[in-house]
């Protein structure tokens, strides 16, 4: 992903709320990644990944027409709530611009908490037994 | 309206796109002025302002945390399409920021185009014989 | 503070990283009911406030148009770094929409750590002892 | 470009002001493909290019998670100022999302007009009589 000028603010670097909009990228991703597509999932099953909790922390700030990496993964799921974790670096390079975690809970259309259908169990990791 | 840090840009002042962004907020506020809420319509009508076109010229930048003035008109209005006009300057002065127009047709819950609601024709400044 | 059409995703909802744009909202107005304006602080004393961590938890979502009250208060200072609570309520009410804390470090206009100026410590509560 | 959930609003589609970003991203990649880069001629030069104007036709909705095609071109330059155009469709498709224009002056780091440096000139198509 490159920074985009958008992205930048008048200190000359990425604002910082824009990181938390590259994790939903990195989030995006990290599905077509599994085998699967956030927007078919909310169109074709109603289920709404609903964000409880987001938390980053800065290390070094991007700059504007940088390559950045977002490195995604899951954290912990189990059929109720998601975590994901994530470590964002320029390409190439083992420096962190910032790490961070969402936490999720599923939604029905109806925008009431639902379980994970079970075709996405193996996806997050969830066994049968859970 | 105070302009925010997330809106400025590397350059120090405001990103371009954001005055498109104001342009919006001026509409919305043009609507409670004329004694409704784009809020209701859309949601008690399930009538949309589906932007066709938008245009603007920049005259001098704005900056950070100050206090800018969206004036906002109907330029011209039938029952199928609206243009709006914007004039944005600092608050206090005459001199301009930024102006435009944008041109919307009216679409129904079904993404197609439908008439503006009788209800709403005396605030665009259409008459009956319309 | 109005909720923008431009905030709202397709979950019809705020889209969650606009809470963390409106803490800088809060930020900076909390600066300006202390007595001192984030802008001039930039500008005249080239003292800048990096964003080390972002916190958020989400209650209840925001919608468009509604109006938000954001309260932001300092909640520990010492000379080198700032931490600063909010709380994000539909405005009348005491439901809560989001809470969270960003923790911040000065930064000098060659963007490496400085010291608080004397001049803001007591905004800060920062007594001359520390 | 892939279409970001944070890009949509709640009509569904995306937000009119995040076309007039795609094009910063297409104006971007062409530098890029001319052979230089933007945030290069930027710090070694000190040349800006502020925008005068943008002008941007809907045809139809982009929609979350589709994959968006920019075609930029430069549409006319001389040593001063220079307009590109704007040609947004899905990937794989001619359907035509959105098409626009935006004019830009050159400035120096003074903020002030400037010519275009002569090493830039053949990437605009300007020739040496101009």
Same mark, same amino acid.
């Given at each position: 992903?490159?920074?985009r000028y958008a992205e930048t603010d008048q200190m000359g670097v990425v604002y910082y709320a824009n990181y938390i909009v590259? *994790? !939903?990228v990195g989030r995006v991703e990290?599905?077509?990644s599994l085998g699967f597509n956030y927007s078919d *999932? !909310?169109?074709d099953d109603g289920v709404l990944f609903a964000v409880l909790e987001v938390h980053c922390r800065y290390r070094?700030?991007?700059r504007y027409d940088e390559e950045v990496l977002i490195k995604t993964w899951v954290k912990s799921a189990n059929t109720r709530t998601v975590s994901f974790a994530y470590a964002m670096s320029p390409a190439g390079t083992g420096r962190l611009l910032a790490e961070g975690?969402?936490?999720h809970i599923f939604l029905g259309r109806d925008m009431r908490p639902?379980?994970?259908p079970k075709k996405y169990h193996a996806a997050f990791g969830l066994t049968?037994?859970?």
């Open positions: 992903m490159r920074v590259w *994790m !939903e990290l599905f077509r *999932m !909310e169109r070094f700030p991007a975690e969402t936490r639902t379980r994970l049968d037994g859970e």
